[in-house]
């Protein structure tokens, strides 16, 4: 379909949010878990762009839509995931805090 680069970027992202993330959970660090689930933002409009393009390629071309649908759903599992490390950010504050706080819900 096209060189994958933002579908292997969002895993990048993903994995090294979840790596700070224990560490975070791991040194009991509440600020450092805010500031990694803002990341999530990053996933989220890489995950857009993704969607986007794969859509364009679909309408372009009918023979592309398996494919397309595939690395869809790749990009959309990775979204969730990073989804997931922010709701571990969410407990790491809550156990610092003893107060259970959303932080900057997934538009999702």
């Known amino acids: 379909l096209k060189p994958l680069i ?3 970027r969002m895993a990048e992202l993903t994995v090294d949010m979840l790596r700070r993330t224990l560490d975070a959970f791991i040194n009991r ?5 805010r500031q990694i689930a803002s990341e999530d933002d990053i996933v989220d409009n ?3 762009q993704v ?3 794969l ?13 397309a649908t595939r690395l869809i ?3 959309h ?14 407990r790491v504050g809550f156990i610092v805090t003893g107060r259970m706080e ?3 819900g997934s538009k999702y």
């Open 6 to 8: 933002d579908v292997p």
């Open 29 to 33: 660090d509440a600020a450092a878990a």
């Open 46 to 48: 890489l995950y857009d």
């Open 51 to 53: 969607f986007r393009e």
């Open 55 to 67: 859509l364009l390629f679909m309408m372009e071309d009918p023979k592309t839509v398996t494919r």
């Open 73 to 75: 759903w790749v990009a």
């Open 77 to 90: 599992n990775l979204e969730r995931a990073a989804d997931r490390v922010t709701n571990i950010c969410e």
């Open 102 to 104: 959303e932080i900057d």
